[in-house]
């Protein structure tokens, strides 16, 4: 048996241990120094633990907590401040990761783990008898694992606890010509963001020399009232601008960070939109039920991510041609004070209605 190795902490002569029911309200995966920050210093106010903090209490015997969990070493911190800023209560737990993994197993993935571990013993065995060499096809007959019949059902666990999936069966009887899975979405509305824009257009004497020294001149800013003819050719270039693989989900193909949000926020489209006058930049996002205020925020911080730093940075870089105005640049973000992420609620306009039909609404497998 290989030693089992991990990090945790030790009590002193520990007279007895009173552990207490925990449910983790959210995992918060911290990257760089932040994890080694909280393990440092618990006492200290967290940007972290004051965003979630409303999600952390306790009721009865049940502590309701965050878990934080380190990207690089998959050590956690469990975490109940009592509504404060910083890690009142607090326990550092070695390998979460791992548990996490370990709770998010289905009873099929289980047995699958337990089945293999019964071939691993069988060639063992048969090692100590003097055999050397295995055909895995006889094997998996001895031992009468259904590998097809496993995997069906573990994937359709998976689909049953999913945030986004109203129901998920699989057919245990094997029917030709019938699918083994059938799956039904929750059906999806739209939640938009929107956000100012930044528009500039080169001056038509961009550069010019004077005394041999090469001057250069500002660029242009175009308010976003008179750019509003433009949408249509701005958007024409976002959409041709876009990679083949953001064709369903737009930019949540490359998000990655809470579980909950992933699932429940199918898409973001990014385009332009005249708004009271003024050209705006717009998020669209199709979600499945309803997001938490926590998950919300999540989501703004990773769309405003992507307007400064993500995908919007590369945007500013190529010029779109208009009719109007020539060669322009637009910019989804800014560094003034001005410049903010605002739902259709936060703007005062209507909400979307929910969507009746979109990708992934029903299907069999």
Request: glycine share 6%; aromatic share 10%.
């Amino acid at each position: 048996m290989e030693k089992l190795q991990f990090k945790v902490t030790l009590n002193h002569k520990a007279s007895e241990y009173k552990p207490c029911e925990i449910c983790v309200e959210k995992v918060v995966t911290l990257y760089g120094k932040s994890f080694e920050q909280l393990k440092e210093n618990p006492m200290r106010d967290d940007p972290y633990i004051a965003a979630y903090r409303d999600l952390m209490y306790t009721e009865g015997d049940t502590a309701h907590c965050l878990l934080f969990v380190d990207y690089d070493s998959g050590d956690g911190i469990l975490v109940e401040s009592e509504g404060s800023n910083y890690a009142r209560k607090s326990q550092f737990i070695p390998n979460a990761r791992a548990l996490l993994e370990s709770n998010e197993l289905t009873a099929a993935e289980t047995r699958l783990h337990n089945d293999l571990k019964k071939i691993a013993d069988r060639v063992a065995e048969l090692a100590h008898c003097g055999e050397t060499s295995f055909i895995f096809d006889e094997l998996l007959a001895e031992s009468d694992l259904d590998v097809k019949s496993v995997l069906r059902d573990a994937v359709t666990a998976m689909l049953r606890k999913r945030e986004d999936i109203q129901m998920a069966e699989c057919q245990s009887i094997e029917v030709p010509f019938q699918p083994d899975i059938t799956v039904e979405a929750i059906p999806m509305q739209e939640l938009t963001f929107y956000c100012p824009l930044k528009i500039v257009r080169e001056p038509e004497e961009l550069n010019y020399e004077w005394n041999d020294e090469v001057i250069e001149e500002e660029f242009e800013e175009i308010p976003s009232a008179y750019a509003d003819g433009c949408a249509d050719e701005i958007n024409e270039f976002i959409r041709n601008y876009a990679e083949p693989e953001e064709e369903y989900r737009g930019l949540m193909v490359y998000y990655d960070d809470d579980p909950a949000v992933k699932e429940k926020v199918f898409s973001a489209v990014p385009s332009v939109k005249e708004i009271d006058g003024e050209l705006m930049g717009v998020f669209a996002c199709q979600i499945s039920g309803e997001l938490t205020a926590s998950e919300q925020e999540e989501l703004r911080s990773y769309l405003t991510g992507q307007a400064s730093d993500g995908w919007g940075e590369g945007l500013e870089q190529h010029s779109i041609k208009t009719a109007d105005f020539g060669e322009i640049y637009v910019s989804f973000w800014s560094s003034g004070d001005d410049w903010c992420m605002k739902t259709e609620e936060e703007m005062g306009l209507s909400q979307s209605a929910t969507l009746t039909e979109g990708p992934g609404m029903g299907m069999t497998m």
